[in-house]
């Protein structure tokens, strides 16, 4: 709840009342009102029908149109209106638009804004019933990005992470590895830098794909729960083994790391050039395309160990400044629902958040994405505090400067921890401190 402001203090009946007036029309005007009051609107709405106007932001005019006509199948009597807003977009225009009277009763966003917009009071919490269906039916670790403080402030709706992209024809009758000492063994044959044929390419300087080196030896990014800042894990003995790993894997892909570039990763991947390659569901259209024959499953395992790997989620949440909670509740249900998941994949090919896919029809049934689903439960979501646009660039270089051999091992690590405190000093914080 926002706190409430300029409240009049008095003597006498006439005063309390005026107090009450001005405290209700404070409510109403910041939002709250409907908040505290929309438990009963719920109630109501369930004995009896959901009706109304409903203004929602989604990021895809095809697949808007279908998942409202098949909304309406349930709720007739819901007129609903629908505006393109992107997902990056729609907490900054939320936060404006909704105090104004012009924002959405429903809106997506992708997981890690989810803090700021709980700072912000954007978000209706989810009523106790939606939030216990919905985190026995979802990823553990996707439902923990939209909770705070016991409450769930938007519900998933779509899931990625990155996988291990495997080529059946190049590998032929090798067994696909599943560890990397196989594929270190694979390339021992297969590689031959004179014409530069490498059997495993990623892009080995991105933060995202190479988390899962880290996390193989137990670093913990900002603490066990990804949420304090003061110990971004850089400086760890864990990561230290985690950037060695990495760097001696240069033996295998024998490239600088501005030469490791999509082109010539991924996309050489798709081209049917390169056995093996890490990265996630937006490859597999182009390979598809393409005509390879190839698979996927989860990230190979290091020294024995599952490495877990970042994932990301698009949340579906009702705004607090909605004029129909009921019916942008319901439509928020719909989205996370195995009918509105089958029609999502249909209509944009993106993962429902399922722990369990088998009943929704269509992605259950495909086999690349079943592969990226393995590697689903062993995925962090990235870290919802603010202070996670300061880290890209410090893990980064982690692993730009040692594959490059421009800094050893611990020098990088010194290097990265000075970037984030450089980076956290010009956002007003540091380590030691903060402004909040």
Request: hydrophobic letters at 45%.
């Amino acid at each position: 709840m926002k706190k409430i402001s300029g409240v009049l203090v008095g003597v006498g009946s006439c005063l309390c009342l005026l107090l009450a007036v001005t405290l209700i029309s404070t409510l109403i005007i910041n939002g709250a009102w409907r908040t505290a009051t929309a438990g009963l609107a719920v109630e109501k709405s369930a004995e009896g029908r959901i009706t109304g106007n409903l203004l929602v932001w989604l990021d895809n005019k095809e697949w808007a149109e279908a998942v409202i006509a098949a909304f309406n199948l349930h709720y007739p009597e819901v007129k609903v209106h629908y505006e393109n807003v992107g997902n990056v977009d729609s907490r900054g225009k939320v936060s404006l638009d909704g105090p104004a009277g012009i924002g959405p009763d429903v809106f997506l966003m992708p997981h890690d804004h989810i803090g700021n917009a709980i700072i912000d009071d954007i978000c209706f919490s989810i009523p106790l019933d939606m939030q216990q269906k919905y985190s026995e039916l979802l990823l553990e670790a996707s439902i923990k990005t939209c909770t705070s403080d016991g409450e769930l402030f938007a519900i998933p709706i779509s899931t990625e992470n990155i996988a291990f992209f495997y080529n059946r024809d190049l590998i032929g009758n090798t067994p696909v590895p599943e560890s990397f000492e196989e594929i270190i063994a694979f390339s021992r044959e297969w590689n031959n830098p004179s014409i530069n044929r490498y059997a495993l390419r990623w892009q080995v300087d991105d933060s995202y794909h190479n988390y899962f080196f880290l996390t193989a030896f137990g670093m913990e990014l900002f603490g066990p729960d990804m949420g304090d800042f003061r110990f971004p894990g850089f400086d760890t003995e864990a990561a230290k083994r985690g950037v060695e790993f990495h760097n001696n894997l240069r033996r295998f892909y024998n490239v600088n790391t501005s030469d490791a570039t999509w082109d010539a990763t991924v996309a050489a991947f798709q081209r049917g050039e390169v056995p093996f390659t890490i990265t996630g569901p937006w490859a597999i259209g182009d390979a598809v395309k393409n005509g390879i024959n190839f698979g996927v499953t989860k990230l190979p395992t290091i020294a024995g160990r599952q490495p877990r790997c970042f994932s990301g989620n698009i949340v579906a949440a009702v705004s607090s400044y909605s004029r129909n909670i009921p019916a942008a509740l319901a439509f928020v249900d719909f989205l996370a629902s195995e009918e509105g998941a089958k029609i999502q994949f249909d209509l944009t090919g993106k993962l429902a958040a399922y722990n369990d896919i088998s009943g929704i029809e269509g992605l259950r049934d495909d086999v690349y994405l079943r592969g990226v689903m393995e590697q689903a439960p062993f995925a962090d979501p990235m870290p919802v505090i603010p202070e996670v646009n300061q880290m890209w660039d410090a893990m980064k270089a982690l692993f730009t400067f040692t594959w490059d051999r421009i800094l050893s091992v611990t020098e990088a690590q010194e290097k990265a921890m000075e970037t984030f405190d450089i980076a956290l000093m010009m956002a007003g914080k540091s380590r030691s401190w903060s402004s909040e």
